[in-house]
């Protein structure tokens, strides 16, 4: 009758893994069931236990391309008041989804490359989780995606002094420029961040496996599958 009933069930957890986890293992294989999930390829590379289906066993429809960023409390020792600011912290802890997470592994090179010690602690059951962490103080830093930082970051902390932004990763494009979310002009790109910390452009291993992950990240950063 050209009106289809539409039940939406929010799987939530692991960076997208169990979503990919419950399309391949409960839904039936008739074409009238997807999902919508963060693209989460390094769980399969690196053969993560906690992904059991491969992506070539599902049909992608499209991916969607979203800003990525990192973001801090600013009472992280000696006192944050701007991005850079956190070259002069230590100590502070980090928080992640967990160890084969495309963002844990990208901002724990971040941060190794800068230079700047950091406790990383992992296996948060989502970013819900991670934020709420971060609103007690039990973490410091940690990331999300543009939709997260609105929905939760800016209203519960930024608005109220208590955070601020760090960097958003922009997408390497093929004449060597790097593509910046002009949306977010609160987020210096990890490049700015990182030519005003240390005076010259980022380089070495960490810096290609970045890059690297930035293009494929960047390019796709949700998935729409069966």
Do not use: C
């Amino acid at each position: 009758d050209g009106k289809p009933e539409v039940v939406v069930k929010n799987v939530t957890g692991g960076g997208g893994v169990v979503g990919y986890n419950f399309i391949a293992e409960r839904s039936k294989n008739d074409g009238e069931t997807m999902g919508f999930f963060t693209f989460s390829p390094l769980a399969q590379l690196l053969k993560d236990p906690v992904i059991r289906v491969t992506y070539d066993e599902l049909t992608v429809l499209f991916g969607l391309r979203q800003t990525q960023m990192l973001y801090m409390r600013k009472d992280i020792s000696p006192g944050m008041t701007k991005p850079s600011d956190i070259a002069k912290a230590s100590g502070f802890k980090f928080g992640g989804l967990r160890q084969t997470s495309t963002m844990d592994i990208r901002s724990r090179m971040s941060f190794d490359l800068l230079g700047i010690p950091f406790i990383y602690v992992t296996g948060f059951r989502g970013l819900s989780k991670a934020t709420a962490a971060m609103v007690r103080n039990e973490i410091q830093v940690s990331f999300g995606s543009a939709a997260s930082y609105y929905a939760s970051i800016f209203p519960t902390m930024v608005k109220t002094g208590e955070a601020l932004p760090l960097w958003q990763y922009s997408v390497p494009q093929p004449d060597g420029t790097f593509l910046k979310n002009p949306r977010m002009p609160e987020f210096p790109s990890f490049v700015e961040l990182y030519k005003e910390v240390r005076g010259k452009m980022p380089s070495g291993k960490h810096w290609d496996a970045i890059k690297f992950l930035n293009r494929v990240i960047g390019t796709m950063s949700r998935a729409v599958v069966m």
